[in-house]
DNA sequence: GTCTATATTCAGATAGAC
DNA sequence: GTCTATCTGAATATAGAC
């Protein structure tokens, strides 16, 4: 095939095995011989592509993430563009955080599925590298985002928009990771296993509104708090 | 101390060791040599008091879930005692089913925030006997929920509830397990590292609502799927 | 770039003295 | 019940031939 470039795909073998396997098995679930294996590639090859194994996972999120963080910066980018200075309506918020994420799940060039459950997975990894590498690969994008909600949502307390957008990931990254234990338990398989583009979508009608509704659900009465301004009543909607 | 009684305290060492481990490491990133380290107690105890390091992570589980599934289903057997047969307030499942679980967390006897935590990071944990152990754990509790929930929402269609359980499992297994990865990029801490009573019980204040917002949010729009009921009215509320 | 062979460390588990 | 000492396997990583 390609006798005289410097990258055959032995590289992107690599790269491909090991993001379906840290899915499946997470990182310390997984060794260098199950990727290799897979890959169909030297055992040695791993160091000499990437240094080491860190290096490897940080090396299957880079190539991810590269894409991610510029598409959802670009959406809103677009958002505010158009919006010429007024603040911009939750739900478009969202749709450009989390919709850009769940369209990641319809391009298998783009990892597809695979890696939107991974990514979902990852967020809990208790390896210290994996969290620090992320706030690095994430601070940008999350600040800018945070900026927006903060905008969109005057009325609201800007530690309560914080909260609500952790639970917002934490639904989503759940909902991707489709770990089967509940889905076992709750009896259908919630169709995330039959692959392909239609996964995707499906996901992302079933998520939005769940996330919306709960971003604008009434805020908390706060029986201790007395500095920050109650209110019960429903924020209005987008 | 306790000298004839057959139980001194390494057996509740090496549990109390495992559970802060395992929260903070995970499963596959602890080992027995950490565990009895923590715990001060020699390498060989876990072997002979659990037998494996899976038989001892199960009963890290079996100690504190035994409480959680009685007083769940305490909680809603009380409810659906007062109704006398009419269908409960989806607000009030909530508060049985994750009110509980958030109040554990006040409670240094039923393993605190240091469970709570673990719990929420578990959910995700790759190795399939840890899947299959939840999943017989929480069949009975997980059922009896959505029963109460399917009555309690007539008009949506049963999988949507599902998947609504699904994100609301999601999104409080998420707030719970406090990655810093996230706290530290949103600014915030977020309060959770201040342990004790007043966490556990901010964090109900907080998570409630938005639970209850996601669970009542529209229905989502299918155009694909004509065979069910499409109704883009909002959800009554409870 | 790819391979074999190996160095080194650490894991979970157990045998057997006390 | 507790301890020491050790077995066995598997992990990451690398040296060096081709």
């Not at 379906?20 to 199950?34: A, K």
């Not at 592509?49 to 860190?54: D, I, L, N």
């Not at 985002?145 to 759940?174: C, D, N, T």
């Amino acid at each position: 095939m390609n006798e005289n470039k410097t990258l055959p795909d032995t590289r992107e073998r690599i790269l491909d095995a090991a993001e379906r396997l840290f899915m499946e098995s997470g990182y310390e679930g997984t060794s260098m011989r199950m990727i290799t294996g897979e890959a169909e590639v030297n055992l040695a090859a791993v160091n000499y592509h990437f240094g080491s194994k860190e290096a490897l996972l940080r090396e299957v999120f880079r190539r991810r993430l590269a894409w991610l963080n510029r598409e959802r910066l670009a959406a809103l980018d677009e958002l505010e563009g158009k919006a010429a200075g007024e603040p911009l309506k939750p739900s478009a918020i969202l749709e450009a955080f989390f919709g850009t994420l769940l369209r990641m799940g319809t391009d298998e060039a783009l990892g597809g599925m695979t890696f939107l459950r991974l990514l979902g997975r990852t967020l809990t990894e208790p390896a210290d590298f994996i969290r620090t590498f992320f706030a690095g690969e994430y601070a940008e994008v999350i600040e800018r985002f945070k900026r927006a909600l903060f905008r969109s949502l005057p009325e609201v307390p800007q530690e309560e928009i914080i909260w609500r957008f952790h639970l917002m990931l934490g639904a989503v990254s759940y909902a991707i990771a489709g770990t089967d234990a509940l889905q076992v338990v709750t009896g259908c398989e919630l169709d995330l296993d039959n692959e392909g583009p239609n996964a995707a979508k499906q996901l992302a009608a079933r998520v939005m509104p769940f996330l919306l509704g709960g971003l604008r659900a009434p805020l908390p009465q706060f029986p201790a708090f007395e500095e920050q301004q109650n209110q019960s009543e429903p924020i209005k909607a987008a």
